[in-house]
């Protein structure tokens, strides 16, 4: 058996540098006060020892842990078979990499779970937490609230936040479902179905209102509600072939749901984009480009929207402030969408 050579200590990087253990802990715990050639002599004691600080001394004197809790309120099965989460789980990884937190993923498979979820989080493991896919009922911002963390919300939130400045990032879903129904229209369509999302989540309820600014007098029996999966397309698209024999175009509240209603319109022998025009929404790069044919949709920037959720929330950590007295900070930030035209329509 080898023997392990000993950690390096902050004293050890103290004599290395010729200062005080004082000083070498501010550089290392980010403290002001230190002259810049003393903070580049610790930095370099620090690379050449390989000192690597305590975590659980640094959290006594900074009051931080470098974690930030990722709440998804979904079961694991959804979360790794849909790549619009993976998507915005790349954006926050790398964000949070890029200023040394780490990740503590936190998934919700029922009601049980959020009752675990609400204690993991008071229990003062976690700095802050990112919270997204939210539905309607959930309890989870009640619970995210009492547990006092700071916190910001993916997606529009369906509540009034209890009189607090709930803070979130989402993507414009009303306009970018304009902008899709207004497309199908000029391509003379007049008979323009909606597949809905799941609508106990407001980026489903905006599409649906998206789609109904531009289709206001829309026959009800267009509209088929489903889940943001293929097969929740796949049924949708069945009803409304059912019941609207004569539909010439589909909008579908994201490209998983696009592509399940494209497999249908094809088994039924309908041509697209010659008998059905279809428009997606997401821009998922490996959904959109390998449908039959590839897509037309509306962009969202996922990876972009993750990145900013948890920007803005080191942004507040940083300064120490929780979003609720945060003055003048913004309480939403709702990012472009871009219409993106494939074969499809």
Not at 93 to 108: M, P, R, Y
Not at 195 to 204: H, N
Not at 257 to 269: S, Y
Request: glycine share 10%; net charge negative; charged share 25%.
């Amino acid at each position: 058996m080898t023997d392990t050579a000993p950690r390096p200590t902050l004293e050890a990087v103290a004599a290395r540098a010729g200062v005080s253990r004082a000083t070498v802990s501010r550089v290392v715990n980010g403290g002001d006060g230190v002259r810049d050639v003393l903070v580049e002599r610790v930095r370099k004691a620090v690379e050449e020892l390989g000192y690597v600080p305590n975590q659980a001394a640094r959290s006594l004197v900074t009051r931080r842990h470098d974690a930030v809790a990722v709440v998804v309120a979904e079961p694991e099965t959804r979360v790794f078979a849909d790549p619009f989460f993976a998507l915005q789980l790349r954006g926050i990884s790398k964000e949070l990499t890029a200023h040394d937190n780490q990740l503590v993923l936190l998934l919700t498979e029922g009601r049980d779970d959020h009752a675990r979820v609400g204690r993991y989080l008071a229990g003062g493991h976690v700095d802050g937490a990112l919270v997204f896919s939210l539905h309607l009922d959930d309890p989870l911002p009640e619970l995210v609230q009492r547990a006092g963390v700071p916190t910001v919300f993916g997606g529009r939130p369906g509540w009034s936040g209890d009189g607090r400045n709930v803070v979130y990032v989402d993507s414009d879903n009303r306009g970018g479902a304009r902008d899709a129904v207004r497309h199908l229209a000029g391509l003379g369509r007049t008979r323009i179905a909606h597949i809905t999302g799941a609508l106990d989540q407001t980026s489903a309820v905006d599409r649906l209102d998206g789609y109904r600014d531009v289709v206001a007098d829309a026959d009800p029996r267009l509209i088929a509600e489903a889940d943001f999966t293929p097969a929740g397309g796949e049924r949708a698209m069945r009803r409304l072939l059912d019941r609207c024999p004569d539909v010439d175009a589909v909008f579908a509240a994201n490209d998983l749901t696009a592509a399940g209603a494209l497999r249908v319109l094809r088994e039924a022998g309908r041509r697209v984009p010659d008998d059905v025009a279809v428009v997606g929404f997401d821009d998922m790069l490996p959904v959109a480009e390998q449908t039959d044919p590839p897509l037309t949709t509306v962009r969202q920037d996922i990876e972009e929207m993750g990145r900013l959720m948890a920007r803005l929330l080191l942004r507040d950590l940083d300064r120490g402030t929780s979003h609720e007295d945060a003055a003048g900070a913004p309480a939403g930030v709702v990012l472009p969408t871009t219409l993106v035209r494939r074969a499809s329509a």
